[in-house]
């Protein structure tokens, strides 16, 4: 059978392109393919990723073995094309659980051909935003997200780009805002509770309780390791003003970084500390407001301006981080780069928290009810739903 090979994962991997070809040489063993390209794999990474069944336990696809027990001189005494157009590699010694033969599948080959600079396949592509998007918001209805797996999909995806969804039409109960943002997987619980109610009470613990304005922010910018996602549910909107509106924090960066280079070096490299002190917790953390990946690339924002620590830092620093901030302020504030929406009853809006910053107008309390019910989820939750429904595309598609 043409897919029994084993794969060290649940995938469903492509038998489009076998191999040709496989010799081993110096350290390495190099193959061809039915398209022409040719691939090269050192010995010791084809040992590590032996998917046998001593070396991958057939229950859970997890690695049994330590790469530590491989020893440096192990090599190859035989390599060929299978009947399958994959890969077989014989070991000259059999060290751990491994069966001594390791059988590649062609798909799963070709997927991790890291000889051809084939690096991880970009999982967060992003489309940045302005005031644009107003005209082009990605809203979705809730029986479509629960009842079409593309619709479902379109969601997910439109999260993952542009950091903002909006699901209408749903049912305003506590139970179906839990249904509809359990969408992205597990939800996360603050120590305010998993979810949240946003109504203006005079003596609210939180501002955002009562009826100011509130700037684009993130939440919970005290935490280590702040909530991916923030969902809000629309009980209730009648209330003169209290329009939601949302600020793409890597747009703002991006502008930062082409018009204020060294501004946007300062907030990409000190940190600001954040404080909360609720009466029975207290979460701190200091980081840049901008953050960057490996690749220095913008991935995070951190901006809370209720949260803000008085800035300590190294004398002459301070002025000049605090000016930075404030251009980044300006620019947040200004209403090209804002997305504004009054949400009404049933609408449900999802927000990338590490990105996309939510704020509100003001609004009269008294001049109607503005409820406004939210909880937090993870970007990897999110991910993850994603994938499960490609694996679900590509085992129909491969199959
Ligand atoms: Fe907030
Ligand atoms: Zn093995």
């Keep these: ?78 390599v060929k094309v299978g009947l399958n157009g994959g890969l077989v590699v014989e070991w000259d010694q059999k060290v751990g659980e491994c069966n001594g033969v390791s059988e590649f599948h062609p798909g799963w080959l070709r997927e991790f051909d890291y000889s051809n600079g084939a690096a991880p396949v970009e999982e967060w592509p992003i489309k940045t935003w302005g005031q644009d998007l107003e005209d082009d918001l990605p809203i979705f209805s809730a ?11 379109d969601f997910l995806v439109a999260i993952r780009t542009l950091g903002l969804a909006i699901v209408t039409d749903m049912p305003k109960d506590y139970e179906a805002f839990e249904r509809i943002s359990s969408q992205i997987g597990l939800l996360r619980d603050m120590n305010w509770g998993k979810i949240f109610e946003i109504i203006p009470k005079p003596d609210g613990e939180y501002i955002a309780n009562r009826g100011f304005a ?17 969902i809000f549910q629309c009980v209730e909107n009648t209330a ?115 990105r996309c910053l939510h704020g509100r107008r003001a609004f009269v309390p008294g001049s109607g009810m503005r409820h406004i019910r939210t909880c937090y989820g993870e970007r990897e939750e999110l991910q993850s739903s994603i994938r499960m429904i490609e694996r679900a595309r590509d085992a129909r598609k491969f199959a």
């Design 1 to 78: 059978m043409r897919t029994s090979i084993p794969t060290p994962d649940f995938e469903t991997y492509s038998m489009e392109l076998l191999l040709t070809s496989a010799t081993v040489n110096n350290g390495t063993v190099d193959v061809s393919w039915t398209d022409g390209r040719k691939s090269r794999y050192h010995h010791l990474w084809l040992r590590d990723n032996c998917a046998c069944s001593g070396c991958i336990d057939p229950n859970s696809h997890e690695r049994v073995d330590s790469i530590g027990i491989i020893p440096d001189e192990i090599r190859p005494t035989a």
């Design 143 to 153: 029986d479509a997200v629960f009842n079409d797996e593309d619709t479902k999909y």
């Design 214 to 230: 509130l700037d684009a922010h993130s939440d919970a910018s005290t935490r280590e390791y702040q909530p991916g996602f923030q």
């Design 240 to 354: 003169t003003g209290g329009e939601s509106f949302w600020v793409d924090g890597f747009h703002i960066a991006n502008i930062m970084k082409a018009q204020y280079p060294e501004q946007y070096e300062l907030l990409t490299s000190v940190p600001w500390e954040f404080a909360n002190r609720a009466k029975g917790t207290h979460y701190r953390w200091s980081a840049p407001i901008l953050e960057l990946d490996t690749k220095g690339e913008i991935t995070a924002v951190r901006d809370t301006t209720w949260l803000r620590e008085p800035l300590r830092q190294d004398f002459d620093t301070v002025p000049k981080l605090m000016n930075a901030y404030r251009t980044y302020v300006r620019l947040k504030d200004q209403r090209e780069n804002q997305v504004e929406r009054k949400l009404v009853e049933g609408d449900v809006a999802f927000v990338d928290n590490r």
